[in-house]
């Protein structure tokens, strides 16, 4: 089992900036995926970035290159989502999710087992 929080989320104003964490607790394995997915409302869930935890492979949406950042803390069992120039369409749920299976970074959530409660990101013009 592997339990998720994230934080971090809030108001935001166009080209401002933001730090998303997701802590994660219980077992925990190198060779475990690390995703963030994002949801606005009438839309699908979405993937945004996705990081390996032993940190070799990472893998971003095309809408966030250039913007986002993923990285991950070892030792405090942390992954971040650094989110640089938002835009509003960037507003959304954002969630912390986690694949045990196939140390491959991808958007299938489906394929992503734990998930966290979610941290609302708002992105004011």
């Known amino acids: 089992q592997v339990q998720l929080v994230e934080s971090g989320g809030g108001l935001v104003q166009d080209g401002g900036s933001l730090r998303l964490s997701c802590a994660a607790s219980g077992r925990t394995f190198s060779n475990y995926v690390m995703g963030w997915f994002r949801q606005a409302p009438g839309k699908e869930r979405e993937f945004v970035a996705g990081i390996v935890w032993s940190g070799g492979a990472i893998y971003y949406a095309d809408f966030v290159k250039g913007r986002f950042s993923i990285s991950r803390d070892n030792a405090k069992k942390t992954v971040y989502l650094q989110m640089n120039s938002p835009k509003p369409e960037d507003t959304a749920v954002y969630y912390c999710?986690?694949?045990?299976?196939?140390?491959?970074?991808?958007?299938?959530?489906?394929?992503?087992?734990?998930w966290g409660q979610g941290t609302q990101v708002t992105v004011s013009s």
């Open positions: 999710a986690c694949k045990t299976f196939q140390s491959i970074v991808n958007n299938r959530a489906q394929e992503y087992a734990y």
